[in-house]
C-alpha cells in the first residue's frame, strides 16, 4: 500500500457515511481484509475519495494543521487565535513600511506581457519605472521567437504584426540588465515576471538580466495590506491588480494588460500603501 492510501485508510474516511468507505487498495477502512466485490460505481466513488484524501494531505501540510482536523473542517475557519487582529494588523503595517522602503530606496517597477504563462513563453512587451518618480526607464515591445497565440492576444492585445519591427529579447537583454543590476525589482506577481524573463533569456543563452537584484511582490504585500483571509490556503487572500486598484480607489487612465499601465497602475498602490 503507497504512504498516501495507508494515511486515508487510518483515517477511516471521517466526513462521509462509514457505509462509503469500503475500500482503500484492497484494504478496508477498518483495516480488514476485503472479502466483497466491490461494483464499478462504488470503485469510481472510491477514486475520486483518493483523490480527495490526496489534496487534503497536501492542503493539511501547507497549514500546518492535522488531518483529523483537516477532516473536522478546522481548514475552513479562520484562525481561531486570539491575536489574529493584532496580527492582521501587524502585517498591514508591514506591507505598508515596504511600500515606504520601496520609495525611499530608488526601487524601479517592472511588467511583462508573455506569450503564455508557463516555462517556454516569451517576453512581448516589456516597462520598467523608478518607483519614486514615475520616470519611464524603459518601455518597449518585443519580437518573440515564437508567434504569440491568439489566447495571449485576447489578454493583452499585442499581435504578431504589432512586434514585427521590435528589437528580439536578445537585443535588448544587455539594457534590462544594466537597469535592474543592484535594485530592488518590484512587480506585482514578481514570481511570473522573474520567470519571464529567464524563460526570454533560455532562447539566446543569455544570462537571466536580473543578476544582481532583488525582487518583491506587491502583490503579497497588497495581499497583507488589505488583511482578507484565504481561508482554503490558510494566508492573506490575493487580489488582482485591476481588483487592487479598484479596491483603493485609484482610477488611471489607459489599458489594462499592457506593460507600461500596469507599472504605473502598480506604482499607485504602492503610494496608497506607503501613505497609510
Known amino acids: 500500500m503507497s504512504e498516501h492510501s495507508q494515511i486515508i ?4 474516511y471521517k466526513r462521509g457515511n462509514p457505509r462509503r468507505t469500503d475500500v482503500v487498495n484492497g484494504i478496508r477502512g477498518d483495516g480488514k481484509p476485503l472479502t466483497a466485490r466491490v461494483s464499478i460505481s462504488d470503485e469510481k466513488r472510491q477514486q475520486r475519495e483518493r483523490a480527495r484524501r490526496i489534496e487534503d494531505m497536501a492542503l493539511a501540510k501547507e497549514l500546518g494543521i492535522s488531518l483529523n482536523e483537516l477532516c473536522e473542517g478546522k481548514s475552513m475557519k479562520q484562525p481561531a487565535d486570539s ?13 505598508a513600511t515596504f511600500a515606504q522602503c520601496w520609495l525611499e530606496h530608488d526601487a524601479v517597477i517592472l511588467d511583462t506581457e508573455t506569450t503564455g504563462l508557463d516555462w517556454g513563453s516569451e517576453i512581448v512587451e516589456i516597462s520598467i519605472i523608478e518607483a519614486r518618480t514615475g520616470l519611464i ?20 492585445g499585442i499581435t504578431n ?31 511570473f515576471d522573474k520567470k519571464m524573463l529567464c ?10 538580466p536580473y543578476v544582481g537584484s532583488d525582487f518583491q511582490c506587491a502583490m503579497l504585500a497588497y495581499a497583507q495590506f488589505k488583511g482578507d483571509w484565504n481561508h482554503g490556503h490558510g494566508d492573506f487572500k490575493w487580489h488582482s491588480l485591476v481588483n487592487a486598484a479598484k479596491q483603493q480607489g485609484i482610477e488611471l487612465a489607459g489599458t489594462a494588460h499592457r506593460a507600461l499601465y500596469d507599472c504605473q497602475l502598480t506604482r499607485e498602490l504602492i503610494l496608497k500603501m506607503a501613505a497609510e
Open 83 to 95: 491575536n489574529f487582529d493584532s496580527y492582521q494588523f501587524a502585517a498591514s503595517v508591514a506591507a
Open 9 to 12: 485508510a487510518e483515517l477511516g
Open 161 to 191: 504584426e504589432m512586434v514585427a519591427d521590435s528589437p528580439l529579447f536578445f537585443d535588448i537583454a544587455i539594457s534590462v540588465a544594466q537597469i535592474l543590476n543592484g535594485r530592488t525589482v518590484i512587480a506585482y506577481n514578481s514570481a
Open 137 to 156: 526607464l524603459m518601455n518597449t515591445l518585443v519580437r518573440p521567437i515564437n508567434t504569440i497565440p491568439a489566447e495571449a492576444t485576447a489578454i493583452h
Open 199 to 208: 524563460s526570454s533569456a533560455a532562447y539566446s543563452s543569455g544570462e537571466p
